[in-house]
């Protein structure tokens, strides 16, 4: 069946910028990651839902960065006035839940100049 | 907040010799996943371990999760040039929380 799907593959913004990523799960999955990765790094925690509703949003750097999931499906990562520093590859994830391992999606790699 | 730390970060291997990642939590576990990453590509989960003490192998790959479920080990026999990537591992804290926090990764190179 269909992975997870990201979109766009690439974006190139300008800073102060808003940008919106979106990710698709693998249908029937209920939990949805979001993760960024920079360079040489590993995949760092930014929010997860469990259903509609952010079950934990601890990893979002401030106020710029919000995500949402209306229908349980969809998500899309919004960042407000985007800052060089936000240069890095998104990643999406989705899982059936619990310990369930997780599925990525190819991610967006996003460039703010 | 918990922290997962890898060692080494990088290895360079000949084909044919033998590989082994760490993996250290500073909190315990529930489980830990391992994932591997190719060069310009996505993780991809590899197996879960979640009994303290367990050793799981696939092919010529070895994972084992610590008695005390704070640190893990991936061991690669007899490495091929297909096992190129990163490998990180990743875990939730025993907390109930599903929230999966990785290590940095080992980069692992392998020359023919």
């Known amino acids: 069946g269909a992975g997870v799907s990201q979109t766009p593959s690439n974006k190139v913004t300008e800073k102060g910028k808003y940008v919106e990523l979106r990710c698709d799960p693998i249908?029937?999955?209920?939990?949805l990651y979001w993760y960024r990765q920079s360079l040489g790094q590993g995949p760092e925690f930014l929010i997860y839902f469990q259903g509609t509703g952010a079950a934990d949003d601890s990893g979002l750097p401030n106020d710029r960065f919000f995500a949402v999931r209306p229908e349980g499906s969809v998500s899309t990562l919004k960042i407000q006035r985007t800052e060089r520093g936000d240069s890095a590859v998104y990643l999406c994830?989705?899982?059936?839940?619990?310990?369930?391992?997780?599925?990525f999606g190819n991610g967006t790699r996003l460039t703010v100049t | 907040g918990q922290q997962v730390m890898q060692i080494p970060q990088y290895q360079h291997v000949q084909e044919g010799e033998d590989f082994t990642t760490y993996c250290n939590s500073s909190?315990?576990?529930?489980?830990i996943q391992w994932y591997k990453q190719r060069p310009g590509g996505h993780p991809v989960f590899l197996i879960q371990?979640?009994?303290?003490?367990e050793v799981k192998k696939q092919k010529r790959l070895t994972f084992q999760f610590g008695e005390a479920k704070k640190n893990s080990s991936l061991h690669i026999t007899a490495t091929q040039t297909t096992d190129v990537g990163t490998y990180f591992c990743?875990?939730?804290?025993?907390?109930?929380?599903?929230?999966?926090?990785f290590g940095k990764g080992t980069m692992l190179l392998v020359s023919p």
């Open positions: 990743a875990g939730p804290p025993d907390s109930g929380y599903s929230t999966l926090t």
């Open positions: 909190t315990t576990l529930s489980n």
């Open positions: 994830a989705s899982s059936s839940g619990g310990r369930s391992p997780l599925h």
């Open positions: 249908s029937g999955h209920t939990a």
């Open positions: 371990l979640v009994k303290s003490g």
